[in-house]
């Protein structure tokens, strides 16, 4: 009877999991995801510490709403508890988090690694993938292509101030 569930085991390390950490500032990111959760056994993982998008469709309630148990809400072992004070990265419980993570691998999902941040070398979900690739090294890093900025906002100038008259001047 041991036979069987060796080559169970065995199947499962011979199938690469594969994680997708995706920061949905990046222009096309809703399509990507979209199309990534069409796989049913992708799994959205939600690594922010607190998960209130600036547009409606990433917002908690809705992603739960629109993948059901499919989505899940990680940033309370996986956010950055720095995310909004400019201190260093840290991870909210990495142990906690990390091991669920390698449960659902091992279960057999993908994972999409989700975070606000365009940059995923600045963003916390590169200490993620660095955590997570010491305990499940055969995991497989899916980066997106060249993100892009969602929009580039202009700062406009409060007032402006004539060639003619500088700093100096007023």
Same mark, same amino acid.
Not at 1 to 27: D, F, Q
Not at 83 to 108: D, F, H, Q, S, W
Not at 145 to 167: D, G, M, N, Y
């Given at each position: 009877?041991?036979?069987?569930?060796?080559?169970?085991?065995?199947?499962?390390?011979?199938?690469?999991?594969?994680?997708?950490?995706?920061?949905?500032?990046?222009?096309?990111?809703?399509?990507?995801?979209?199309?990534?959760?069409?796989?049913?056994?992708?799994?959205?993982?939600?690594?922010?510490?607190?998960?209130?998008?600036?547009?409606?469709?990433?917002?908690? #309630? *809705?992603?739960?709403? +629109?993948?059901?148990?499919?989505?899940?809400? =990680?940033?309370?072992? /996986?956010?950055? @508890?720095?995310?909004?004070?400019?201190?260093?990265?840290?991870?909210?419980?990495?142990?906690?988090?990390?091991?669920?993570?390698?449960?659902?691998?091992?279960?057999?999902?993908?994972?999409?690694?989700?975070?606000?941040?365009?940059?995923?070398?600045?963003?916390?979900?590169?200490?993620?993938?660095?955590?997570?690739?010491?305990?499940?090294?055969?995991?497989? #890093? *899916?980066?997106?292509? +060249?993100?892009?900025?969602?929009?580039?906002? =202009?700062?406009?100038? /409060?007032?402006? @101030?004539?060639?003619?008259?500088?700093?100096?001047?007023?």
């Amino acid at each position: 009877n041991g036979e069987p569930e060796t080559w169970k085991e065995e199947m499962k390390l011979m199938t690469t999991r594969k994680v997708y950490p995706v920061g949905y500032s990046a222009g096309g990111s809703q399509k990507y995801v979209d199309e990534l959760m069409s796989n049913p056994k992708m799994l959205l993982i939600d690594t922010r510490f607190e998960p209130r998008g600036g547009r409606e469709h990433w917002r908690q #309630v *809705v992603l739960k709403e +629109k993948y059901q148990d499919r989505y899940h809400w =990680a940033g309370e072992y /996986l956010g950055n @508890v720095n995310y909004n004070n400019g201190l260093p990265i840290k991870l909210a419980n990495p142990t906690v988090g990390i091991r669920g993570l390698r449960m659902y691998l091992e279960e057999g999902h993908d994972l999409i690694l989700l975070c606000t941040c365009l940059s995923y070398e600045s963003c916390h979900r590169s200490e993620i993938v660095k955590k997570l690739l010491e305990v499940c090294p055969s995991v497989e #890093v *899916v980066q997106p292509s +060249k993100p892009e900025p969602i929009a580039v906002l =202009a700062q406009p100038a /409060l007032f402006e @101030v004539p060639e003619e008259r500088r700093w100096h001047d007023i």
